[in-house]
């Protein structure tokens, strides 16, 4: 109330607005005029970033701080183009996004159908890249038939602190402690006990000097659950400091998780959903459909995504172009778009296949989709809509983490199409 009291004495407003009736430290400031707000705001007696909830109007505060942004960043008729109208922002406050000003429209396209472990898909792919669409789905033409089998072969998110030591005596001490089978089990009964779906699995411990890393694995259902595995390590680590109250916690995350930074850790032991998908592709498909022989797929996959991936020094990425296709599912799906950098390690093997060799045999490896269908972006309109056309809205009732794992199921499959339909292209010059 002071804080609108102040802004009167300051500011030169209508001579009625300032009669107790009207006053605006009375009514409120969504009592006020755009222009009136927009002034308290500059003089700093109410947060821009708190506009929403102070008018108690969602797309009014939203419009008012575009007035704001735009006159000092002088690009008024630049942000006409930025849409904001007749947006759900209760979805977005103190949710997934902060000083919204607009939201981007992105084009969506569909793939499908695509037949996965029997099921038929539609997929939706939100991209601003041409082809990219229409491509994958020339994919899922040329598996409509044979289809595409998926295995989930792990499931675990990571998170991976660093702590210290006095010395290395003291660090390998604990790191043989923690080693333990029946110490682990004091750390997991620890972890677990913090969570109703977190649950630990397995720890892997690295030394450098006196520092420790320690890379938690742990199953946390239908989300992406690192607010889940941060409360859950911290419990753990203080069962480990009271055996070693020397041990000093630096951070809760040390980058042996590793989140959003390419890793050959997550390359080799995984993150979030491991899977490997396969088909095999007949051979009339491969000629009528794809336009291209069994022979040049399997010889310009070895030449490309092998040896010319190894000679970049590449980590996960012995594929054609699976970043396409990840971040486009995730944008539509409302993932975490950073998160492709992990997602999309990926190895693509081809091999002639049958009695004859006539046939293709292609698969797509992917040991760290890190993906969700709950929390954050899942739960905004438009991404919302794209999960419930693949079946998979919100969380799973009965088995907690089964709708994540058909969701990386999908993305994997459709990786797979992409990746037939880009290098039957390539094979012919394109």
């Known amino acids: 109330m002071s804080n609108y009291k102040a802004a009167v004495q300051v500011l030169v407003l209508p001579e009625y607005f300032i009669s107790p009736q009207y006053s605006p430290y009375l009514l409120g400031a969504k009592a006020l005029r755009d222009e009136e707000v927009i002034q308290l705001v500059n003089h700093k007696h109410i947060a821009a970033y708190q506009l929403e909830k102070t008018l108690g109007d969602m797309e009014r505060g939203v419009g008012i701080r575009r007035l704001i942004v735009s006159a000092a960043g002088k690009f008024?008729?630049?942000?006409?183009?930025?849409?904001?109208?007749?947006?759900?922002?209760?979805?977005?406050?103190?949710?997934?996004?902060?000083?919204?000003?607009?939201?981007?429209?992105?084009?969506?396209?569909?793939?499908?159908?695509?037949?996965?472990?029997?099921?038929?898909?539609?997929?939706?792919?939100?991209?601003?890249?041409?082809?990219?669409?229409?491509?994958?789905?020339?994919?899922s033409r040329a598996l409509i038939n044979c289809g595409v089998t998926s295995r989930i072969v792990a499931d675990g998110m990571t998170r991976g602190p660093v702590v210290r030591f006095p010395n290395i005596v003291r660090a390998s001490e604990a790191m043989s402690w923690m080693q333990q089978p029946e110490n682990f089990q004091k750390m997991k009964s620890s972890f677990d006990q913090t969570s109703r779906f977190a649950r630990l699995t397995k720890i892997h411990v690295r030394i450098a000097g006196r520092y420790l890393f320690v890379h938690f694995v742990a199953k946390t259902g239908d989300a992406m659950g690192m607010n889940m595995l941060s409360k859950g390590t911290e419990?753990?680590?203080?069962?480990?400091?009271?055996?070693?109250?020397?041990?000093?916690?630096?951070?809760?995350?040390?980058?042996?998780?590793?989140?959003?930074?390419?890793?050959?850790?997550?390359?080799?032991?995984?993150?979030?959903?491991?899977?490997?998908?396969e088909a095999i592709v007949p051979a009339d498909v491969v000629t009528n459909v794809l336009k291209t022989s069994v022979h040049a797929l399997v010889d310009i996959n070895i030449n490309k995504n092998m040896i010319g991936s190894a000679v970049a020094g590449s980590v996960g990425g012995f594929n054609a172009y699976v970043a396409n296709i990840v971040t486009a599912i995730f944008i539509a799906t409302g993932q975490d778009p950073a998160q492709n950098v992990g997602s999309s390690n990926c190895m693509t093997l081809m091999e002639p296949w049958g009695a004859e060799d006539k046939d293709l045999y292609v698969s797509c490896t992917m040991p760290s989709?890190?993906?969700?269908?709950?929390?954050?972006?899942?739960?905004?309109?438009?991404?919302?809509?794209?999960?419930?056309?693949?079946?998979?809205?919100e969380a799973h009732v009965a088995e907690p983490g089964e709708n994540a794992r058909k969701l990386a199921r999908i993305v994997c499959a459709t990786v797979l199409a992409g990746e037939l339909s880009l290098m039957a292209v390539l094979t012919a010059g394109h």
């Not at 996965?116 to 020339?138: F, K, R, W």
């Not at 203080?238 to 809760?252: G, K, W």
């Not at 890190?370 to 809205?393: D, F, N, R, Y």
Request: hydrophobic share 40%.
């Open 76 to 139: 008024t008729e630049e942000m006409a183009d930025l849409p904001y109208r007749n947006y759900d922002y209760n979805k977005v406050l103190g949710s997934c996004f902060e000083n919204v000003i607009g939201y981007l429209p992105v084009p969506v396209g569909i793939v499908g159908p695509l037949l996965i472990d029997g099921q038929l898909y539609h997929v939706p792919m939100a991209t601003t890249e041409g082809c990219l669409v229409a491509s994958t789905n020339c994919g």
């Open 235 to 277: 419990k753990s680590l203080q069962t480990v400091q009271a055996r070693f109250p020397d041990m000093e916690i630096l951070s809760l995350s040390g980058n042996f998780c590793i989140d959003k930074k390419p890793a050959a850790v997550n390359w080799i032991e995984g993150r979030g959903e491991s899977m490997v998908c």
């Open 369 to 393: 989709i890190e993906i969700v269908t709950v929390s954050g972006g899942t739960g905004l309109p438009a991404q919302s809509a794209c999960l419930a056309m693949l079946g998979i809205k």
